[in-house]
């Protein structure tokens, strides 16, 4: 049955609503929430009297343009702060919004809403891709959802409101609509408990899956998907029959590309460390029917990477189904990580061949900024001295190595020398960086160039983790760690340098963590351990060698 468009009045403002027979008044409150903010809770919707939460809305005889009177105010806090007429503000005098913008507030939490957490720290998670957030703030659904769902309850919309709200506080904020928006696509979120009441606790990796999904159908880029442009990589495979007989009958090996979302790091008896797992997840045995054996045999299927997304995504599979307790069990196998992630080794010939100098150029420079600043420091704890004691590389260097020659009171030859002061020195150093970077910039291959959402250097620096702590993916707790981001410096329009900090996201609770805080989550126990990684492409000089 068709929607009908009806506008809502509330506090002098009139908003344009679709509304569906279909649903209830519970929906419709939904979707007035998404738009003024007023808990369903706390609304009361005139049409007909009181509109109950359980009152069909196709029996209310709704006609096209009806204007439906809505009464309600926000339980939130700060909703009556008037904008002062000064430029300069204190704290105090700011409104909610202004606060959560300025440098060092913390940012949003999320309510837990029974056993919620699994979709808060995947929502925070997902938070840490700025890109993500601009291309959100951009996204206007169609008129009619092509799943046949409102565009009140478009998931992608919902996440982008979600992310407006959370930007504007620094409270804890509620995410009924979205929550509302994902148990109607995907009903599995809807489970019941089985050991009490309210809602069962579900897996983090699979609504990041489900997430991921509806973003990638919903929000484009320029020519594709955001999804496929900046979180999507490609694998090359190769289909080998392990039988001998096989191949001695002339069986091919079977060649393809596939799309991948995320990198599973597969874990074992024999798994350590990231790597261990990422290259058990490349390969695989599986079976399937052999033309020319005339029945099925084992095939062994082995991917090399043909293309990296800027955000990657690893997952550790510690999850699996227990016949005995009919749950999904956890792998307790500590596996460690690291801050900084080099793939270049999972990838094939060709994109290895662009990858390597730029990865080789890359750590060449930073040994040269390692240098100087080693030789900066040396130079201040010296005080300026330029002595012999003084190491080499903050030595005094002379301008030429040729003498010269000036007659001395007596007639004779005067040899003498010129020293470069330890600001040529430095302005030196300066511009043979810049020289490496600008060569750093020209390494990168052409075809990764034109490529905005790809990797160029085969290296990744880590931003966000999702952690789980429990023995199940069906109880337990779920939490988030999310690397802080420098503010931009308003005089330079540049950003700073970061302080290497975390915030660590607990449902409703935001606390800001240093980084030995993410080495103790390899795992080991029932204690918080990684179940899903964030990787960022580190990023690289621009033609004129700084970076963007």
Known sequence: MASIPVIVKHQGKKYDVEVDPESTGEIFKFQLYSLTGVEPNRQKVLLKGVLKDDTLLGTLSIKPRQTIMMLGTPSGEGKDLVRPAEQIKFVEDMTEAEAARQEGATPAGLSNLGNTCYLNSTLQALRAIPELQDALSKYEPSAEGTSGTMPQLDLTRQLRDTYKYMAETQE???????????????????????????????????????????????????????????????????????????????????????????????????????????????????EKRSEVLDRDATYTKTSKISRLPKYLTVHFVRFFWKRETQKKAKIMRKVTFPHELDVVEFCDDNLKKMLVPVRDKVREVRKEEEDVERAQKRRKRNGGNTGDDVPEVSNPKKKDDKKEAGASADGDVEMTETYKTDAEIDAERAAQLLKMKKELNALIDPELAKDDGANQSGLYELRGVVTHQGASADSGHYTAYVKKTAPIDPKTGKRKEEDGNWWWFNDDKVSEVTADKIEALAGGGESHSALILLYKAIPLPTAEGTLE
Not at 217 to 242: A, H, N, P, W
Not at 244 to 268: T, W
Request: aromatic letters at 8%; glycine letters at 6%.
């Open 172 to 286: 804890a904020y509620v995410p009924h609509t979205f929550l509302a928006s994902l148990r109607n696509l995907y009903p599995q979120f809807a489970e019941r408990s089985r050991t009490g009441a309210g809602y069962a606790q579900q897996d983090a990796e699979e609504a990041w899956s489900q997430i991921l999904s509806q973003i990638r159908q919903k929000l484009r880029t320029t020519d594709r998907s955001f999804i496929d442009t900046y979180m999507s990589g490609e694998f090359s495979s190769e289909l080998v029959c392990d039988e001998p007989a096989a191949r001695e009958a002339g069986e091919q090996p079977i060649i393809s590309k596939d799309k991948f979302l995320k990198l599973n790091c597969h874990i074992d008896g024999t798994t350590n460390h990231l790597r261990d797992g990422i290259v058990n997840g490349l390969k695989e045995q599986l």
